[in-house]
T-cell receptor
Framework: GAVVSQHPSWVICKSGTSVKIECRSL??????MFWYRQFPKQSLMLMAT?????????EQGVEKDKFLINHASLTLSTLTVTSAHPEDSSFYIC????????????FGSGTRLTVV | KQEVTQIPAALSVPEGENLVLNCSFT??????LQWFRQDPGKGLTSLLL?????REQTSGRLNASLDKSSGRSTLYIAASQPGDSATYLC????????????FGKGTTLSVSS
């Protein structure tokens, strides 16, 4: 149990366009979802925390107008990178947690974004 | 502020060796601790999760221990194999419910045949 599906797994887009990444919990209700960004050979950097039905909480230094997060249901959260630039190229990973369960947080498989 | 440190940053061993990866955290008030594996360009695979009340967890050739009072955890890998080559990440969940995991920078393991 506890599967999180993330799509797309990779995407290439042109500068100035927007890209949407989806994160779905397949077999549990995700009360909270997290979005991380990972630079090459670095650890995961938390970008924002989203709870179903409420606005996301962004970490310091993360532009909320550039990285739009929507958590409209208990099984889906989306991250939209708006007006993407080459410096937004990175690996983005989502994570979800449901009602208190001992198996901890579940991660998606990640999305490799390349902005050209 | 909770900080997680992993030592060593990289490790190269020949096949068959037993090895230990270390993780330390500054605030002992944690809900649980999780070890993950990440292959290059891939997502995270959960290996072991230890609740704050537990001392260790085992899965196959993997054993993770937790000493909450001293802020330390170790991941023991027995009889290492080339397929174990990956980056291993340690993450703690703060005591508060619904808070994000805090990650260490990882240990990159290379097992040669």
């Amino acid at each position: 149990g506890a599967v999180v599906s993330q799509h797309p797994s990779w995407v290439i887009c042109k500068s100035g366009t927007s890209v949407k990444i989806e994160c779905r919990s397949l077999d549990f209700q995700a009360t909270t979802m997290f979005w991380y960004r990972q630079f090459p050979k670095q650890s995961l950097m938390l970008m924002a925390t989203s709870n179903e039905g409420s606005k996301a909480t962004y970490e310091q230094g993360v532009e909320k107008d550039k990285f739009l997060i929507n958590h409209a249901s208990l099984t889906l959260s989306t991250l939209t990178v708006t007006s993407a630039h080459p410096e937004d190229s990175s690996f983005y990973i989502c994570s979800a947690v449901g009602i208190e369960k001992p198996y901890g947080y579940t991660f998606g498989s990640g999305t490799r974004l390349t902005v050209v | 502020k909770q900080e997680v440190t992993q030592i060593p940053a990289a490790l190269s061993v020949p096949e068959g060796e037993n090895l230990v990866l270390n993780c330390s955290f500054t605030d002992s008030a944690i809900y649980n601790l999780q070890w993950f594996r990440q292959d290059p360009g891939k997502g995270l695979t959960s290996l072991l999760l230890i609740q704050s009340s537990q001392r260790e967890q085992t899965s196959g050739r993997l054993n993770a221990s937790l000493d909450k009072s001293s802020g330390r955890s170790t991941l023991y890998i027995a009889a290492s194999q080339p397929g174990d080559s990956a980056t291993y990440l340690c993450a703690v969940r703060p005591g508060q419910a619904g808070t994000a995991l805090i990650f260490g920078k990882g240990t990159t393991l290379s097992v040669s045949s």
